[in-house]
């Protein structure tokens, strides 16, 4: 079984704070790992959320949906930047 058991993590932390963690752990009736590890996952996917969603005002996300649907005129830096994409994209491709 403890080859299915995965990766191993080991951290130094001082007596007052195992025991507050411990403390927590015995009142969720989980081990003192179980309970570092549920609380560090749920921290671990509250930021990878918090990283990939973009919040916008309602006058922002109007905004946003108006210049989807009717984006402005190409102008000419797009233009070159644009050419210069499909260079470097071209280039990779006969590279590869």
Do not use: C, W
């Amino acid at each position: 079984m403890l080859s299915q058991t995965g990766k191993r993590l080991t951290t130094r932390i001082t007596d007052h704070v195992q025991e507050k963690l411990q403390m927590a752990a015995d009142l969720v009736g989980a081990t003192l790992n179980q309970f570092v590890v549920q609380a560090a996952l749920e921290k671990a996917e509250k930021v990878i959320e918090s990283e990939s969603t973009i919040v916008l005002t309602r006058r922002e996300s109007l905004r946003l949906l108006e210049m989807i649907e009717n984006p402005p005129p190409r102008n000419e830096a797009f233009l070159r930047a644009q050419a210069r994409y499909q260079r470097l994209k071209n280039d990779a491709d006969t590279s590869a």
